[in-house]
């Protein structure tokens, strides 16, 4: 019996076919294009069809479909939240899914960070772990964290949102949409402070000096860091500061076998995997971020995807969920 995993992301929409051994046997990627609210989930309902259709000519029997969303996933309602989504505040999406598949073929929906650490449990950098966290820096920053063999989701499924977590003082008006953390130290975040620096300093004329306003990007800032301008090693060497305090917090809390990095950034930042580490040891438990080992990501761009499809595997005939 094989399953269906679903990863969906702020610009497109990944689903493949899993055997039970984690073996990919369709794959597609759709871009979302200009699509916002139930065009996003009518978008997910046609793939799904699609590869239902692809699953019956082949003769491979579907019995379950897991959905990683770029936000939160409310497992008391159905409905989601994607921040980068028009449209989709509280949107039914579970409700959407089961309205178009057959009523034998089980539905199950988390968030990204979450199915992060997932599929990295299945088939990544956490294997044989019970106690990791998946630090996914990207346009935002989030958190998936395994304890004890489950993964932590919280009261009201929110846990890991760590672009909040609290590093800097005094606070801001402008932490209030993302959080000091991902302000500072996300993919957005750089091109933030890059740009404050750059307003900031009348004597730059370096490599970011046409790229003021919103053409920056993080890719921008880790090109001119090679070529050592100024302002690109201040903005990363202010994001070696924030990423190695939050893994003193994540360390000193949760004590984890490891953290895991992925997400856009990491990415062009795993080169600064020992900066980081050399800065969280300032601040954290001192035995536990001796013990901690920090990773790149095995599955890359397709973590999300391969937990969606764990997740899936797990929800046949009501398996423990991880």
Not at 55 to 67: P, Q, R
Not at 93 to 114: F, G, P, Q, T, W
Request: charge should be neutral.
């Amino acid at each position: 019996m094989s399953v269906i995993g679903i990863d969906l992301g702020g610009t497109k929409l990944a689903i493949a076919i899993f055997d039970s051994s984690g073996s990919i046997q369709h794959k597609n990627i759709n871009p979302l294009e200009k699509r916002k609210g139930k065009e996003v989930g009518e978008l997910i309902n046609s793939s799904i069809h699609t590869c239902l259709g692809f699953a019956v000519k082949n003769n491979i029997s579907i019995d379950s479909i897991g959905i990683c969303i770029p936000g939160i996933s409310y497992s008391r309602t159905g409905t989601v939240w994607a921040p980068n989504i028009s449209g989709w505040e509280n949107y039914p999406l579970l409700k959407e899914i089961k309205s178009v598949v057959n009523d034998s073929i089980k539905v199950r929906i988390d968030s990204d960070r979450a199915c992060y650490i997932i599929g990295e449990v299945w088939k990544g950098s956490a294997q044989n772990c019970k106690d990791a966290i998946f630090l996914a820096v990207g346009t935002g920053i989030g958190a998936g964290i395994l304890v004890d063999g489950k993964i932590l989701r919280g009261s009201n499924d929110i846990a890991g949102a760590i672009g909040w977590l609290a590093l800097d003082k005094p606070f801001y008006q402008k932490y209030i949409s993302c959080g000091c953390f991902e302000y500072h130290a996300s993919g957005d975040g750089l091109a933030k402070v890059a740009r404050e620096f750059l307003k900031n300093d009348n004597d730059y004329n370096g490599t970011l000096e046409d790229k003021k306003d919103t053409l920056l990007t993080a890719k921008d800032i880790f090109d001119a860091y090679d070529k050592n301008d100024k302002i690109a090693v201040k903005v990363i060497t202010e994001a070696i500061e924030f990423w190695g305090m939050a893994v003193a917090n994540l360390v000193s809390l949760f004590n984890p076998e490891k953290i895991i990095f992925g997400g856009g950034v990491f990415g062009p930042g795993i080169r600064f995997l020992g900066p980081v580490k050399d800065e969280a040891q300032k601040w954290a438990q001192p035995i536990a971020v001796k013990q901690v080992s920090l990773e790149a990501s095995k599955l890359g761009g397709d973590a999300g995807l391969y937990g969606a499809g764990y997740l899936a595997l797990m929800n046949q005939d009501n398996k423990d969920q991880i």
